[in-house]
T-cell receptor, first 116, second 113 residues
Framework: GAGVSQSPSNKVTEKGKDVELRCDPI?????LYWYRQSLGQGLEFLIY????????KSGLPSDRFSAERTGGSVSTLTIQRTQQEDSAVYLC??????????????FGDGTRLSIL | AQSVSQHNHHVILSEAASLELGCNYS??????LFWYVQYPGQHLQLLLK??????LVKGIKGFEAEFIKSKFSFNLRKPSVQWSDTAEYFC???????????FGSGTRLSIRP
């Protein structure tokens, strides 16, 4: 497709379970970002990939959160032992990078995660 | 600390009213500034951006924003709003070498038809 694709669109799971969220960026975009949007909050940066490496993991809230990217394309965000405070919309974005931080990011529709 | 402040959390206007949404940032060095919009049920999309040059930038749907470096501000404006402008608006900043983008908490705009 032409845009950033995220799956699943909705995920409901029990506290303590592990979840995997997937992001398929726009073809050719080398940069990939994960954000979290909690109810009534702005977007919270989680992690950024340039190719398959993650130069900036500073936003991951705890060691229960991890992410990987393979083949310079699809990325997976994993949350282990989920807690109720993990409930949020998880957004993925991608951009071209030529350096300079001036590339607009293109967002997916997000995954709405609900922890019971 | 790097941050973006949007002081208006919820703005309610009538159609044809003029709009100004405030955005102030705290970020050292050269900045790139963005406004993103999220219409109900849709994903975030870019409204306009400032990288360099003319500090008054024009975006889609009649929106514009002015970068005032001395005030660390990048306010969004529209002379006459429409009901279809109902959405949430996010201001964002990134640096000249950084790719991490910092978002404000958003402003919800409601337009009365």
């Amino acid at each position: 497709g032409a845009g950033v694709s995220q799956s699943p669109s909705n995920k409901v799971t029990e506290k303590g379970k592990d979840v995997e969220l997937r992001c398929d960026p726009i073809s050719g975009h080398t940069a990939l970002y994960w954000y979290r949007q909690s109810l009534g909050q702005g977007l919270e940066f989680l992690i950024y990939f340039q190719g398959n490496s993650a130069p900036d993991k500073s936003g991951l809230p705890s060691d229960r959160f991890s992410a990987e990217r393979t083949g310079g394309s699809v990325s997976t965000l994993t949350i282990q032992r989920t807690q109720q405070e993990d409930s949020a919309v998880y957004l993925c974005a991608s951009s071209l990078t030529t350096g300079g931080g001036n590339q607009p990011q293109h967002f997916g529709d997000g995954t709405r995660l609900s922890i019971l | 600390a790097q941050s973006v402040s949007q002081h208006n959390h919820h703005v309610i206007l009538s159609e044809a009213a003029s709009l100004e949404l405030g955005c102030n940032y705290s970020y050292g060095g050269t900045v790139n500034l963005f406004w993103y919009v999220q219409y109900p049920g849709q994903h975030l999309q870019l409204l306009l951006k400032y990288f360099s040059g003319d500090p008054l930038v024009k975006g889609i749907k009649g929106f514009e924003a002015e970068f005032i470096k001395s005030k660390f501000s990048f306010n969004l404006r529209k002379p006459s709003v429409q009901w279809s402008d109902t959405a949430e608006y996010f201001c964002a900043v990134t640096g000249s070498s950084a790719s991490k983008i910092i978002f404000g908490s958003g402003t919800r705009l409601s337009i009365r038809p």
